[in-house]
């Protein structure tokens, strides 16, 4: 199991000491938001050279964040702890630590998600090539194989694996035959607008700036979209075409090298009969329906993002999952297979359906079924997705605005959200609150007099014919002086 980007807690380990930098307990929130600038300083990535250098930094990676994480306007993640156990129930699998020798087939992949995912890559392969010999022997099935499952930004870790890293640290080969099937929930294959308005504007949120932090993080670099999304006077370019205004000297370039090996190698192995026959299964589970950014307008002197479609994109493509546009989920090889599941979900929540994991089960089921001459791609579920539009820090008194809307709505269908405190100090049962008609066929509801906590947001229909819209997530905190 791969998370996304913020998804794996750090540490500092100078001088000998361990001290948290980036990790979830009680209380983590509202320390971050005091003591902010002082951590966030400490995961600021040294420049470096990403393509053949790997920075001098005390910074670790530990475990897998098990709830609630992120950096508050990049999109709340939901965590993995769920995911995890309900893997580990459903198959029955063996839960282990990646970084021992002990044999297990359930395995956690924390990574530094500040660095490069080719340098993730191949710390990926280290664990795979150890645990997957442990469990080789341990099980006595000689022909065993890794299943990937991947989270956001963890897929383009796992691609750059099997596609590009070879044996000896070489390019070109990549661990594909030691792979059975990748499965990535939401991941940005083609890129994410977002990440080129955090690199070129910053990014500020009440009490704390991760400007700095997320300017020297490669993986950003990354994530910026490998099409063009972005209108420079009249004429639609990529990221890698234009001087993005802020951004860290030969960071844009080292990225679109990145994403350009996936794509020689990937060409490379089609032509391949063992890769044709023996291949690893992709297949991408995507968000859709929910309000994303599509593209960027670029003066020459500023940057700002946008809702509008690129001319290259079939607007019957727009959406996604609040972070990812819909055509970024699945990767450009697979464009015209048309094997995505898809769910009508926020980014952060994707890994946590019930719908995509009970479709998850019983793939991986199947990938590992004896038998079979081919494994059938992904069915595509009946959609009418409840579009949610929700910030995620509020101040205390700030009045919390919760936007709605549905593709087609029936009119006997009432759009009503749930509010529950999962932390603080009036944690309970959830309150229920209908959404009134607003404008641009929102419906919204306002909520205020909160305290100080974490909140969960679930919003669908409390009546109306059947199939109903599937609910949609999110999450928000109130911040305040107590001891949550």
């Known amino acids: 199991m791969l998370p996304g980007i913020t998804g794996s807690t750090l540490y500092s380990s100078s001088g000998g000491l361990r001290t948290p930098l980036w990790e979830q307990s009680p209380g983590a929130a509202w320390q971050l938001l005091v003591e902010g600038e002082q951590t966030i300083g400490q995961l600021v990535v040294p420049a470096h050279d990403p393509i053949d250098e790997v920075p001098h930094t005390p910074v670790r990676p530990q475990s897998l964040m098990p709830g609630f994480h992120g950096v508050y306007g990049m999109g709340r993640i939901a965590g993995y702890e769920y995911l995890l156990k309900s893997l580990a129930r459903s198959l029955n699998l063996t839960a282990g630590n990646a970084f021992d020798d002990a044999p297990a087939n359930l395995i956690a992949f924390p990574y530094d998600w500040r660095l490069?995912?080719?340098?993730?890559?191949?710390?990926?392969?280290?664990?795979?090539?150890?645990?997957?010999?442990?469990?080789?022997?341990?099980?006595?099935?000689?022909g065993a194989k890794v299943i990937?499952?991947?989270?956001?930004?963890?897929?383009?870790?796992?691609?750059?694996?099997?596609?590009?890293?070879?044996d000896a640290e070489d390019r070109g080969d990549g661990q594909w035959r030691k792979c059975r099937a990748l499965f990535s929930?939401?991941?940005?294959?083609?890129?994410?607008?977002?990440?080129?308005?955090?690199?070129?504007?910053?990014?500020?949120k009440l009490f704390h700036d991760f400007t700095e932090m997320l300017r020297s993080c490669p993986s950003v670099y990354e994530l910026m979209p490998v099409y063009r999304a972005i209108n420079h006077n009249g004429t639609w370019k990529r990221p890698y075409d234009i001087d993005i205004p802020n951004a860290t000297p030969g960071y844009l370039n080292a990225a679109k090298v990145f994403h350009d090996e996936i794509k020689a190698a990937t060409a490379m192995h089609a032509r391949d009969p063992d890769y044709a026959k023996d291949a690893y299964k992709t297949f991408p589970l995507v968000g859709v329906g929910q309000t994303t950014l599509q593209s960027a307008n670029f003066s020459g002197s500023s940057l700002s993002t946008s809702w509008t479609v690129p001319e290259s994109i079939d607007n019957l493509l727009a959406g996604g999952d609040?972070?990812?546009?819909?055509?970024?989920?699945?990767?450009?090889?697979?464009?015209?297979?048309?094997?995505?599941?898809?769910?009508?979900e926020r980014h952060g929540f994707l890994q946590s359906s019930a719908t995509l994991l009970d479709d998850l089960f019983e793939r991986v089921k199947q990938v590992q079924s004896r038998g079979l001459a081919e494994i059938q791609g992904g069915g595509q579920l009946r959609l009418n997705p409840i579009d949610l539009l929700l910030d995620d820090l509020y101040e205390p008194n700030e009045p919390i605005v919760i936007r709605a809307r549905v593709g087609t709505m029936d009119p006997a269908h009432t759009l009503v959200a749930d509010i529950q405190q999962v932390e603080g100090l009036q944690a309970g049962p959830p309150d229920r609150h209908f959404l009134a008609e607003?404008?641009?066929?929102?419906?919204?509801?306002?909520?205020?007099?909160?305290?100080?906590?974490?909140?969960?947001v679930t919003v669908g229909t409390d009546s109306g014919r059947l199939p109903r819209p599937t609910p949609v997530h999110g999450t928000f905190d109130v911040v305040g002086k107590v001891g949550w």
């Open 185 to 204: 929930f939401g991941t940005p294959y083609r890129g994410s607008i977002d990440a080129v308005g955090y690199v070129a504007n910053g990014y500020k």
């Open 148 to 166: 990937l499952i991947a989270h956001s930004m963890g897929g383009l870790v796992a691609r750059y694996y099997l596609e590009v890293t070879g």
């Open 322 to 344: 609040g972070t990812v546009p819909r055509v970024s989920a699945t990767p450009i090889e697979l464009s015209e297979d048309q094997r995505e599941t898809f769910l009508g």
């Open 438 to 456: 607003g404008l641009d066929h929102y419906h919204e509801a306002k909520i205020e007099g909160l305290s100080p906590g974490r909140y969960t």
């Open 116 to 142: 490069s995912c080719r340098y993730n890559a191949r710390q990926l392969k280290a664990v795979v090539d150890r645990k997957l010999q442990l469990w080789r022997i341990h099980s006595g099935e000689p």
